[in-house]
């Protein structure tokens, strides 16, 4: 096949192409430009899309003998990663930017432009299997990225091919190591890459300005504190509260909501965060739709833990009854449907 290799300057992609080289695919090199400053986007582990990044994509495509290029797509990514990140944020929701990546770049943009372009399809680094059209867990279920790719549709999913998914990154690293490619031991970037400094808190002020209001304890209704903007906040958030009134059994305090519009932050007692049930919106099938009611496994974070639920109907999207409580559900939050390890749907918490 003739496939184009998004190639970030990690390790993970740089393997993924190398295997589908040697697989004998006409593999052609492509690095993101998805920053507008990209001096500014890598401090150690933290960050991406960097001139550190894009050379070295270019020098494993040197490696592996084929063409490299860099397609500028960083208007798009602001839009659709960046500003829905924010504009999600300062709707009190809790919005995953790398499953928007996904679903609005890499697996948009980008494959809409390499089929346009005569290719069969995109090689990525993720790590998750793909076999005629089911996407799987990783066999490495410490690095497993099926969740944040359970925004992918049939036809995306098609045209993708995932070397990865049987490789643990142990392996991975001594296959970059083997072959030659200086990114064999290079830092895995982490939290939000668009972010490199972590201060996701001062990147939203700095973009939407002071919004001051009270956080309110739930159980009595009293004022404990002030903030600077509700939208620094997610549910479950126990650090950086900066409450003046000590809770009356002494216990530590919990985000439970958020509302920008009353510019209100509610905490209270962790077992206040537990959700039985809750709605989902807008659901995207990664294969044909299973009838409803569906009984399931639903994950609602990127690295939580799978619990039982009955997914039924509602309108255009799913409610949620789990078999046990999880703590710490958002708004805005991905809610993926598996069974076993197959990936089959996803949504987003409403």
């Known amino acids: 096949m003739k496939l184009l290799a998004a190639v970030s300057g990690g390790v993970d992609s740089a393997v993924a192409a190398a295997l589908a080289v040697e697989a004998g695919h006409d593999v052609t090199a492509v690095h993101l430009a998805l920053s507008e400053a990209p001096a500014t986007l890598r401090s150690g582990s933290r960050g991406c899309c960097s001139v550190e990044d894009s050379r070295d994509a270019g020098r494993v495509a040197d490696?592996?003998?084929?063409?490299?290029?860099?397609?500028?797509?960083?208007?798009?990514?602001?839009?659709?990663?960046?500003d829905d990140f924010v504009a999600e944020y300062a709707a009190g929701r809790t919005p995953n930017p790398c499953l928007r990546c996904n679903e609005k770049v890499k697996f948009s943009a980008v494959l809409d432009r390499a089929l346009a372009l005569g290719f069969d399809g995109v090689v990525t680094g993720h790590h998750a299997r793909l076999a005629d059209g089911v996407l799987r867990r990783s066999v490495d279920l410490a690095k497993d990225q099926?969740?944040?790719?359970?925004?992918?549709?049939?036809?995306?999913?098609?045209?993708?091919?995932?070397?990865?998914?049987?490789?643990?990154?142990?392996?991975?690293?001594?296959?970059?190591?083997?072959?030659?490619?200086?990114?064999?031991?290079?830092?895995?970037?982490?939290?939000?890459?668009?972010?490199?400094?972590?201060?996701?808190?001062?990147?939203?002020?700095?973009?939407?300005g002071a919004q001051p209001g009270p956080v309110v304890d739930a159980l009595t209704g009293a004022v404990v504190g002030q903030h600077d903007g509700a939208y620094g906040f997610t549910v479950g958030q126990r650090r950086g509260l900066a409450l003046t009134v000590p809770a009356g059994d002494g216990r530590p305090r919990y985000v439970l909501s958020v509302s920008p519009v009353q510019r209100t932050v509610t905490v209270g007692p962790a077992e206040a965060l537990d959700t039985s049930g809750l709605r989902a919106e807008r659901p995207v099938w990664t294969q044909a739709p299973v009838e409803l009611p569906l009984r399931c496994l639903v994950q609602l974070r990127a690295h939580g833990t799978p619990v039982g639920a009955l997914v039924s109907a509602d309108g255009s999207g799913w409610q949620l009854a789990l078999d046990a409580p999880v703590r710490g559900v958002a708004p805005g939050q991905a809610a993926v449907l598996y069974d076993g390890d197959r990936v089959l749907a996803s949504a987003t918490v409403a």
């Open 63 to 82: 490696v592996l003998g084929i063409p490299y290029y860099v397609w500028d797509l960083a208007a798009r990514f602001r839009e659709d990663v960046v």
């Open 146 to 208: 099926s969740y944040v790719l359970a925004v992918l549709t049939p036809h995306q999913l098609a045209h993708t091919v995932l070397p990865l998914g049987d490789l643990t990154k142990v392996q991975v690293r001594a296959l970059a190591a083997a072959r030659g490619l200086a990114v064999a031991d290079k830092p895995d970037s982490h939290d939000v890459c668009f972010i490199a400094d972590g201060d996701t808190a001062g990147f939203l002020r700095d973009r939407l």
